[in-house]
Every structure is written in C-alpha cells, then in structure tokens.
C-alpha cells in the first residue's frame, strides 16, 4: 500500500534548526509533486513547500523563505524540509503529502502521511 512516512519532528529553541524526513513507497515517486504542509492546533492546514521533478520547480510560502529549504533524493523515494531559524510560530504537526499538480493546494493532495511534530520553545 502506499506509505509515507515522516520523521524528524521533535522540540527545539528558538533559532534552531531541524531537518525533516520523508520516506515514501507504493506509488510512482518521480511522477508526483511532493510537498510539506502543517497544521497547528485550532487553524487549518498549510502548504509550506513542494517540490517537482516532472514540473521541474520547487516553491515555499512567503513566511519560511530563506530559512527553510526542501530537497529530494528520487533514487531513495525520500523528501526532506530543512528548517533553519526557527521559531515559535513553526510549531505545528508537519505532514509529508504527494499530489499531480505543480503546487497542490489540499484537496489536490492524493496520498498523505501521519505527520511529525515540531515545536519551537520561545
């Protein structure tokens, strides 16, 4: 069946950095769109980044860049989200999710995972 499966998460400080894994299997990797959103308690989810070997672009929302950076290694099936410069408004559930759009929105998205947790101490 199809997995994806994150790991990573974890407590940082503010100013830290983490790096976030993503192995996926079940499902033709090469083709999909493979992104990170995040959901913190009592707000709905985001799409922080993706990225797209088919489409051949990657992009992030306005609030992560320069601090975070997403990356894939289609020989492993895996995406990784480097975060860097964290801080308390990152905290949230960070979810691995695949779709066929350039930048999936959430209802696009095919195939998700259970997700990791991040949270930032202040």
């Known amino acids: 069946e199809v997995q994806l ?16 894994s993503c192995a996926a299997s079940g499902f033709t990797f090469d083709v999909y769109t493979m992104c990170w959103f995040r959901q913190a308690p ?9 990225i797209s070997s088919s489409f051949g672009n990657t ?17 492993k ?6 975060m860097n410069s964290l801080k308390p408004e990152d905290t949230a559930v960070y979810y691995c ?6 930048t999936p929105y959430y209802d696009g998205i095919d195939y998700w995972g259970k997700g ?7």
């Open 5 to 20: 499966v994150e790991s990573g998460g974890g407590l940082v400080q503010t100013g830290g950095s983490l790096r976030l």
């Open 42 to 50: 009592g707000k709905e989810r985001e799409g922080v980044s993706c």
């Open 59 to 75: 992009n992030y929302i306005e609030s992560v860049k320069g601090r975070f950076t997403i990356s894939s290694d289609n020989a």
């Open 77 to 82: 099936n895996m995406v990784f989200l480097q």
């Open 97 to 102: 999710a695949a779709g066929l759009q350039p």
């Open 116 to 122: 990791t947790l991040v949270t930032v101490s202040s």
